[in-house]
């Protein structure tokens, strides 16, 4: 059975962090929320451990663990060299929304990196994680607590979904900040390279290093022959029951695009949602609208958007239209997650 505690954020339960310490230290899974999305924790220097992570999320063992640490300190026994940019970096953005690749030691285990001789680290600045990775007393290896090939969980109830009878321990702290898993940067050879953007854009990342590229395969346009770096991004993701399809064009042209869609939908006998936004959900005529943010504030889309995919999973329709969200800072982060759960199907709205 797994234990669900509730903890308040700004008065956090002394008792309730060490209980997920110790089932931590003690080779337990014990689910916390990060600032980005609730992760799924175990002893990530213990190959065991490990190990039962991958078998509660139904995960392939070749995709690799992210490591999660409280303190800069405990990055020194993980990484076998940590470049200047690589520590202007941290410097910048940890505790946060950032995932670093680094050269291995011998102290983390293959078992936790897939095979591989880097290891992802990361420092959550979320005050329930911190405290946790802190009583547990080890780098806590943390995917996020979704079954494999779910959207991430940005609530306690979208972990229990997935989780409950399969853990120890459930931590509710609420609904994430973020909504989206972080940024990951490969620091492992020469130029920082982003595997998987997020809140930390590219711009951002400039900002500190001077220079940086994308990884090209980490939108998955997977020409044959290119393989994205982290392995992760080549499972399909985040995948609704029904076909989910994105319009993609200025917000007016696509909202026309989405409304005759609606109307051969209907004509053909079949039940089509759609997922827009504050700005748009009066346009369209459809029974299960989804609203998913407000243009004017583009977090709010990052915020929401598992939480509008997973609940159409509890809709009876047989497709979906999305609006797509470009022009902002985080859409990088939001076009990638939402791309990959439409399995790339784009239909491009002309002018
Ligand atoms: O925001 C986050 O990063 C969340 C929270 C819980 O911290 N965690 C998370 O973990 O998203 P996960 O396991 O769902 O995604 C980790 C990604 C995978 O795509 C994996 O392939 C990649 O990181 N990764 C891990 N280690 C790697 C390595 N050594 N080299 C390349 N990619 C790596
Ligand atoms: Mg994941």
Redesign the pocket.
């Known amino acids: 059975i797994t234990k669900v505690v509730k903890i308040d954020e700004s008065n956090i339960s002394r008792e309730a962090v060490r209980e997920a310490g110790r089932i931590l230290a003690g080779g337990g899974l014990v689910a916390f929320p990060?600032?980005?999305?609730?992760?799924?924790g175990a002893n990530g220097l213990d190959a065991r451990a490990a190990a039962k992570i991958y078998e509660a999320k139904g995960?392939p063992s070749d995709?690799?663990?992210?490591l999660?640490i409280a303190r800069m300190e405990e990055l020194e026994p993980l990484a076998a060299e940590i470049p200047e940019e690589a520590r202007a970096l941290a410097s910048a953005f940890w505790p946060g929304?950032m995932?670093m690749?680094l050269k291995?030691t011998a102290a983390v285990p293959y078992e936790t990196?897939?095979g591989?001789d880097?290891?992802?680290v990361?420092m959550?600045s979320h005050p329930v994680?911190n405290g946790i990775i802190s009583a547990a007393g080890v780098p806590i290896a943390?995917?996020?607590?979704?079954k494999s090939g779910r959207p991430?969980p940005t609530k306690a109830s979208h972990v229990i979904e997935d989780m409950d009878g399969r853990i120890d321990m459930i931590v509710d702290g609420g609904e994430v900040g973020?909504g989206?898993?972080?940024t990951?940067i490969?620091m492992?050879e020469g130029i920082p390279t982003v595997?998987?953007p997020?809140y930390i854009t590219m711009d951002m990342i400039r900002r500190i290093t001077g220079r940086v590229e994308l990884d090209k395969a980490s939108m998955g346009q997977m020409a044959p022959g290119v393989h994205p770096?982290?392995?992760?991004?080549k499972y399909r993701h985040y995948a609704p029951k029904a076909e989910l399809t994105i319009f993609r064009g200025r917000p007016e042209i696509s909202a026309a695009a989405i409304s005759s869609a609606l109307k051969k939908a209907a004509s053909e006998g079949k039940k089509a949602g759609v997922i827009c936004t504050e700005e748009s959900i009066g346009l369209y005529e459809s029974p299960v609208k989804k609203c998913v943010g407000s243009r004017r504030n583009p977090e709010t889309i990052a915020h929401n958007l598992y939480d509008v995919l997973r609940a159409f999973d509890e809709e009876q329709v047989d497709c979906i239209f999305s609006e797509s969200f470009e022009d902002y800072p985080l859409s990088g982060a939001i076009m990638n997650r939402l791309i990959k759960a439409a399995g790339h199907r784009i239909v491009e709205c002309q002018e």
């Open positions: 990060t600032e980005t999305v609730y992760g799924l995960r995709n690799p663990l992210i999660h929304p995932t690749i291995k990196t897939g591989l880097t290891v992802a990361r959550p994680a943390a995917p996020s607590a979704n991430s973020i989206l898993e972080s990951i490969d492992s595997l998987r997020g770096k982290a392995p992760g991004m």
